[in-house]
């Protein structure tokens, strides 16, 4: 029936056809998979032999959804609905035996079955919201009928996957089989259901949405929902309202509307935002250290220093499954430490996500001494310590003294010349940055930071620990605050800037939140510590150029010992502990006053001039970043913000946001503001190059050459 080097393949064994999809490496529905199913489908259904068909994966999973290789080309026939309505019209008993990915078109296929079992690797899911699309091939339609509104809206907003078990609660599979035969289970099922002379069972036919005032209770929940965390989003709505459509209109007709709704989240450039932020995420780990060694082995990481941050790090090794020896300097030192490592974990039982014995099984992994002799045997060591260099440097002379030989050396540091600590031992070849965020357990980001020295394999080992640790690594070069910290100090100017202009933080903050954001930078400040950025600028004061505007405001309420959060108030007011924020008159009045002493004339901002100012500063650092090497493509850029600094993922990133607006529109705004203040607004060289030549930053996100 079909050639044996088809993606679908299809045969016969007793009554029941097997038709197996094979499309290494993912079972992907690519157009040859689809129309290779609706012939294969269709001709089984005609097969006067053949009384029930059975749909398979070969190899590990069912089908994992789209093929990303098709992303951004013209749709071939015949379209995943006209699959699925096929399957689902078939007058012969369909079944679909899934194991391992069943995600996105996968599960819609699987929905268009009459009857589903899973093998225990299952991972079923509808991810489409995470790329800014929705289901369009009948999933809003069809999930919902087969497993209610509620379970199905929360898998399709959430993106979440859902295992085997969960799958069979839900409603979605209808059993569960032993073993990693998908084929073998299958055809068990299909005979079974033959001998009992089971009828088509069309999916939407089912109940789900019987009760008609409890579906539309969780469609109305979920709007609620969606207008609160969604921030601009289109497609959660999309998706909301096409769960409305399925319980108001016939199916034939939701599944139409579902299309239509689907066909212009494609069009939206949230959709190219979150598409090229799928794919840097992906890209962004091909270096080219990675590609010209291999890592060396990583058994054994050792942590200097047991504070937030040290202990965020341990936490990170240790749900790796790495054991993990932590050096402090005193007994209550490290005591502190592990009471550090001990509450992420107690929080974790406290929430019923872990249990008191995973708990001792976990801590029986980790080790603390007092001692740098305890770090004789580890692979790795990540010093965070104090911002201070001469104490980083103590602390590498102590590494070097005892670390075996070929153990890498990483310095956490956030800004701090990491050329300089290589330099300070004699074996700057194994040092390299790996500067975590804060909490380094749960934020997602590392930036590698790659000293001249540095051994290739060392990079390279540095990439394999992000990905054991479940990280997004991105390779930077070594300057003031890297990619992220360096960029960061620019646009936070620019607020700064456009405080003393006229525009209060409390605007800018909104305006922030209004683009994308989760906080404004002065929300930031005050989470992460006023202190920290005075501290910084204190240390920058004698290289400042003493022609460039400086604003002193945060300054002042620095030295009220307005720290933020963890003081009580900063640039807001956080009565009895309270985590959100009240403006605060006070800190306007001394806006005002240092306005005055400035001299400045304050001028009202709209949000869009905000944002303007703001993004600018942004991405014209961001090119300097890439046109000087610190970071190897605009989309590094990309990714550093996304994961470290809240940027808005359906925007993809400064650079791609840049590309989106347009480079011309980018530079014609700096030169403009460059009339008010030309020293800040320098425009990139990169940026200017790129404008004359009629290209954008994605022309420049080719492979990294290795």
Not at 61 to 69: E, L, S, T, V
Not at 394 to 399: D, I, Q, R, S
Not at 632 to 642: A, E, G, Q
Request: net charge neutral; hydrophobic share 45%; with cysteine.
């Amino acid at each position: 029936m079909t050639t044996p080097d088809s993606v679908v393949r299809s045969r016969t064994q007793g009554p029941v056809a097997c038709i197996t999809i094979d499309n290494p490496p993912v079972n992907a529905l690519s157009s040859a998979v689809r129309a290779g199913l609706l012939a294969a489908v269709q001709a089984a259904d005609a097969d006067a032999a053949v009384q029930a068909i059975l749909l398979v994966g070969e190899g590990a999973n069912f089908i994992a959804g789209a093929d990303i290789r098709e992303f951004g080309q013209a749709p071939q026939p015949p379209s995943l609905p006209e699959v699925c309505n096929r399957i689902e019209a078939s007058g012969k008993p369909v079944i679909a035996a899934l194991r391992g990915a069943a995600l996105g078109g996968g599960l819609e296929i699987a929905l268009a079955a009459h009857y589903r079992i899973a093998l225990g690797d299952l991972k079923a899911g509808l991810p489409e919201v995470q790329l800014g699309l929705m289901p369009g091939a009948g999933g809003t339609v069809r999930a919902p009928l087969l497993v209610g509104a509620p379970a199905a809206l929360d898998l399709m907003l959430t993106g979440r996957h859902v295992k085997a078990k969960e799958a069979l609660a839900l409603g979605l599979v209808d059993r569960l089989a032993d073993g990693d035969d998908a084929l073998a289970a299958g055809l068990a099922y299909a005979n079974e259901l033959l001998a009992q002379a089971a009828p088509v069972r069309r999916t939407r036919d089912a109940q789900g949405m019987a009760d008609r005032a409890a579906a539309q209770a969780a469609i109305d929940a979920a709007r609620a929902d969606v207008a609160k965390k969604s921030r601009g989003l289109f497609s959660p709505g999309k998706i909301v309202d096409a769960v409305q459509t399925a319980l108001d209109q016939p199916v034939d007709e939701a599944i139409r509307r579902e299309r239509e709704a689907f066909m212009a989240c494609i069009d939206s450039p949230q959709r190219a935002g979150l598409i090229h932020a799928f794919f840097a995420e992906r890209e962004v780990a091909k270096v080219p250290e990675a590609k010209a060694a291999q890592p060396r082995p990583i058994e054994r990481i050792g942590i200097v220093g047991g504070g937030t941050m040290g202990a965020g790090i341990a936490v990170s090794a240790l749900d790796a499954g790495l054991p993990v020896v932590m050096v402090e300097r005193d007994d209550a030192s490290i005591a502190r430490g592990r009471a550090n490592v001990e509450k992420v974990y107690d929080g974790l039982i406290a929430k019923g996500r872990m249990s008191a014995d995973a708990k001792s099984a976990v801590m029986a992994r980790f080790t603390g001494s007092t001692s740098y002799e305890a770090f004789g045997d580890v692979d790795l060591v990540i010093e965070a310590v104090f911002e201070d260099i001469e104490v980083k440097k103590a602390v590498f002379a102590e590494l070097d003294r005892v670390c075996k030989k070929g153990a890498v050396l990483a310095t956490n540091t956030s800004y701090l010349d990491i050329d300089a600590i290589a330099a300070s031992i004699p074996r700057a070849q194994d040092v390299i940055g790996l500067h975590f965020f804060s909490p380094a357990n749960i934020m997602k980001l590392l930036e590698i930071v790659v000293p001249a020295k540095v051994a290739p394999d060392v990079v390279a080992t540095a990439f394999a620990l992000a990905k054991r640790l479940k990280k997004v690594p991105v390779r930077a070069g070594v300057c003031d605050g890297f990619i992220g910290n360096r960029i960061l100090a620019v646009y936070r100017q620019a607020a700064d800037y456009l405080m003393e202009d006229g525009a209060s933080p409390y605007e800018i903050d909104a305006a922030v939140r209004a683009f994308g954001y989760p906080m404004g930078p002065f929300q930031v400040s005050d989470l992460a510590g006023g202190d920290i950025g005075w501290a910084t600028r204190k240390r920058k004061a004698a290289t400042r150029d003493p022609n460039a505007r400086y604003v002193q405001i945060a300054d002042r309420i620095c030295e009220r010992g307005w720290f933020g959060q963890k003081t009580g108030r900063g640039w807001y007011l956080y009565p009895q502990g309270a985590r959100a924020g009240q403006e605060d008159p006070e800190v306007l009045a001394i806006v005002d006053a240092e306005r005055e002493r400035a001299g400045m004339a304050p001028r009202r901002f709209t949000p869009e001039e905000i944002m303007a100012r703001y993004m600018a500063a942004m991405i014209n650092e961001g090119a300097n970043v890439v046109h000087q090497g610190i970071a190897l493509r605009p989309l590094d850029v990309d990714v550093t913000f996304l994961y470290g600094y809240g940027f808005p993922r359906h925007r993809g990133g400064p650079m791609k946001y840049a590309d989106t607006v347009g480079l011309p529109r980018i530079l014609d705004d700096i030169r403009r503001f460059a009339k008010e203040d030309p020293l800040f607004w320098k425009p990139s060289p990169l940026l200017e190059k790129l404008v004359a030549e009629g290209k954008d930053f994605s022309s420049l996100n080719q492979p990294a050459k290795g």
